[in-house]
Nanobody, 129 residues
Framework: QVQLVESGGGLVQAGGSLRLSCTAS????????QGWFRQPPGKEREFVAA????????YSADSVKGRFTISRDNAKNAVNLQIDSLKPEDTAVYYC??????????????????????WGQGTQVTVSS
């Protein structure tokens, strides 16, 4: 049984930082890319960032470029999202996800919800102004 467990969310003031972590189990972690999505209140879930199976390729949404950094530690089966310069519009539930494609390095494997087979339960990030 594959499980993804997120942690690190919380309430932070605008301009602050958070580090989200996601730990995976039940799957050969280093075969698959990982992604982060978010769902703001009343809106659809959207792509935030992704990292390929070996960490060589990273992708991020234009809205978070330069502020969000995704990384992975295959030895710990973990993927992290460093979030800096937080804005109120970053308020959302953040979800970790594991791709359905093994050994893929192209952006097209990671930018859509349907590219992912497993999802975490989400962690709330709230940014106050």
């Amino acid at each position: 049984q594959v499980q993804l467990v997120e942690s690190g969310g919380g309430l932070v003031q605008a301009g602050g930082s958070l580090r989200l972590s996601c730990t995976a189990s039940g799957r050969t972690f280093n075969m698959y890319g990982q992604g982060w999505f978010r769902q703001p209140p009343g809106k659809e879930r959207e792509f935030v960032a992704a990292i390929s199976w070996n960490g060589a390729n990273v992708y991020s949404a234009d809205s978070v470029k330069g502020r969000f950094t995704i990384s992975r530690d295959n030895a710990k089966n973990a993927v992290n999202l460093q979030i800096d310069s937080l804005k109120p519009e970053d308020t959302a539930v953040y979800y970790c996800a594991s791709s359905k494609y093994d050994y893929c390095s192209s952006y097209e494997c990671y930018d859509e919800i349907h590219d992912y087979k497993y999802w975490g339960q989400g962690t709330q990030v709230t940014v106050s102004s």
